[in-house]
C-alpha cells in the first residue's frame, strides 16, 4: 500500500490564495498605525529615564549628578574619557530625555525629535557599550525610521507642517 503525502495541486492554490489574501489584509493596514506604535516604543524608556534625572523644577537628582561627574565615560578607541562638562551634560540629557518623547508622542517635530534621540543614544553606545544589541541598536532603529518614514497621520506634524502637493 502506497500512501502520497505531497499535497496535490488543488490544496497548493488554495494554501497560496490564503497567503496572498492575509499578504494584502497586511498590506491594508495605515502606515500611520506602526509609526505610532514607534513613536511611543522609542519615547518611553527615554521619558522614563528622564523623570530620573530630576529632583523638583530644572534641579538635578543626586544620583543624576553622580552618574555624570563620577560613573559615566566615554569608551573611544579604547580610552575611557569623563564628559566634559558633566552638570550640563546631565541637565541636556534630562532635558531632552523629557521634552524629545513628549513630541515624539504628540507627532509634532518628529523627525527632528527623533534625530535628536537618535545622536543621544550615539552618546549613550559611547558611554555603555554593553548595551549596543538590548538597548541601542533597537532605539538607533526606531529613531532612523521615524527619521525616514516620519510621523504618520496619526500626529500633529500633517497639521502643523501640512505636505507640499
Aim: net charge positive; aromatic share 10%; proline share 8%.
Amino acid at each position: 500500500m502506497k500512501t502520497d503525502l505531497a499535497p496535490s495541486r488543488g490544496s497548493s492554490a488554495v494554501l497560496l490564495s490564503l497567503i496572498a489574501r492575509a499578504e494584502w489584509a497586511l498590506a491594508s493596514l495605515p502606515r500611520s498605525l506602526p509609526l505610532l506604535a514607534l513613536r511611543l516604543a522609542l519615547a518611553i524608556p527615554f521619558f522614563k529615564s528622564g523623570l530620573t534625572k530630576w529632583d523638583g523644577f530644572l534641579t538635578l537628582s543626586p544620583g543624576a549628578r553622580y552618574l555624570f561627574e563620577e560613573e559615566f565615560k566615554l569608551h573611544i578607541l579604547g580610552s575611557e574619557i569623563s564628559y566634559p562638562f558633566p552638570l550640563a551634560m546631565a541637565t541636556a540629557a534630562g532635558v531632552g530625555e523629557l521634552l524629545l518623547p513628549i513630541l515624539l508622542i504628540l507627532g509634532l517635530a518628529t523627525r527632528f525629535s527623533a534625530l535628536g534621540l537618535l545622536l543621544m543614544t550615539a552618546v549613550i553606545q559611547l558611554t555603555i557599550p554593553e548595551g549596543w544589541a538590548n538597548f541601542h541598536l533597537p532605539w538607533a532603529a526606531m529613531a532612523l525610521s521615524l527619521v525616514v518614514f516620519g510621523s504618520g497621520r496619526i500626529a500633529l506634524d500633517p497639521y502643523v507642517f501640512p505636505p507640499n502637493r
